[in-house]
């Protein structure tokens, strides 16, 4: 059992975080005194450390955890108008992060070098002597997952010529995991909402998008290009859509849509922010305006509702900083429309988790340490190096 005890000890802080030898003996099924061994060996070679909680030095009760020295993990996030970007352990625990403001229309190939740039800096400031093992990358368009290929067309314009996962590989020299970034903030959204077991999380930008989480993993689909709600088509003979498509519910609620309305409604060169001041005063086109957009995302809503029966609907983007007059609207067009058993008890949420980078930061970094290629990639690597300096025997 002692030979195998050490790759079972550092695949459980992967995958659950730091912990008390006690509870890894309990989670292990194995003796505290097999545990107490196999760690301390992993601390004398360095590849785990205690949090202290005292001057006095480490206990037994002490929490065990991987040190920098296991490897790092990173973690890019491409918004529309940020690129947030960490660096942290494989137990979870963020190191160092920066956020970059971006112009939406900024190529895709420039953010990710500099975003490159700065994982590298982050690194060396941290001063920790750890390597790079694995990165996170996330996304603001459609791209296979396994491959890297983005796939979505006119309307993914600023990746055009782009493997955004092969481009940052080679940058970094470490593997990339890649996700769309709408569906890692589904579980930001999660992350801050630990009694829901599952939610549906739907961005209002440029388009529409969603994410589902469920037991605090992400459903993507196959190859990460589920939940693409903006371009279901919602007339088929309807308004042209930069996907090649017609009708698709992004050219009725999208940001270019939204704008329309606003300057139709209090003139032009007005924006969002007005439309949110102009509703705080009273204004009865504004007022109005609010709640038709609210009744439209509601009741494009229905079929997902009705489909999956989510226990939370979380709505981000653009609006959400209209608060409850726009989320009641959207749970009247819901209640109006869906099957009651899907909405009775529905939630319906403003976000929070994916507005805070930390939180953000703290998914990118969980999505790598849930995936079990990863964990066993870097577990064989890390105790590859243990085994060879000291412990022939450890597996």
């Not at 529409?208 to 196959?222: C, F, N, T, W, Y």
Request: hydrophobic fraction near 40%.
């Amino acid at each position: 059992m002692l030979a195998t005890t050490p790759s079972r000890i550092t695949a459980s802080l992967i995958q659950d975080g730091p912990a008390h030898r006690a509870d890894l003996a309990r989670k292990l099924s194995v003796s505290r005194t097999a545990v107490t061994n196999a760690v301390d060996l992993l601390l004398d070679s360095g590849l785990v450390v205690t949090l202290r909680r005292s001057a006095e030095g480490a206990v037994l009760k002490d929490r065990v955890c991987l040190s920098p020295q296991f490897g790092l993990i990173g973690t890019v996030i491409v918004d529309f108008t940020e690129t947030i970007i960490g660096i942290g352990t494989l137990d979870g625990r963020l190191l160092a992060s920066r956020v970059l403001p971006a112009d939406p229309q900024a190529r895709g190939e420039e953010r990710l070098r500099r975003a490159a740039t700065v994982v590298r800096e982050l690194i060396e400031e941290s001063g920790d002597g750890g390597e790079l093992v694995h990165t996170q990358l996330a996304v603001n368009t459609q791209a296979d997952r396994r491959t890297g290929e983005v796939l979505g067309g006119i309307a993914s314009a600023s990746w055009s010529g782009t493997n955004p996962k092969v481009l940052l590989e080679e940058d970094l020299g470490c593997p990339v995991r890649l996700e769309n970034t709408v569906r890692l903030l589904a579980l930001a959204e999660q992350l801050e909402r630990p009694e829901v077991s599952d939610l549906v999380y739907v961005q209002l930008s440029y388009g529409v998008a969603m994410g589902l989480v469920v037991d605090g993993r992400i459903l993507g689909g196959s190859r990460r290009g589920a939940g693409e709600l903006g371009h279901t088509s919602i007339d088929l003979e309807g308004r042209p859509c930069s996907c090649a498509g017609r009708g698709c519910l992004m050219q009725y609620v999208g940001r270019s849509a939204l704008i329309a309305d606003i300057e139709a409604v209090l003139g032009a060169g007005t924006d969002v922010p007005d439309l949110f001041s102009a509703v705080q005063e009273g204004h009865a086109g504004s007022v109005e305006l609010l709640g038709t957009y609210g009744r439209r995302i509601g009741e494009a809503l229905v079929a997902v509702c009705n489909l999956l029966e989510p226990t939370t609907l979380v709505i981000g983007g653009m609006l959400s900083p209209a608060g409850e007059p726009f989320l009641d609207a959207v749970r009247r067009a819901l209640t109006d429309r869906a099957l009651p058993l899907a909405v009775d008890d529905l939630r319906v949420e403003n976000a929070t988790g994916s507005r805070r980078s930390a939180t953000v930061l703290d998914a990118g970094l969980l999505c790598l340490r849930q995936d079990a290629s990863v964990r066993a990639t870097v577990i064989s690597r890390s105790l590859d190096t243990f085994r060879t300096r000291r412990f022939p025997q450890v597996s």
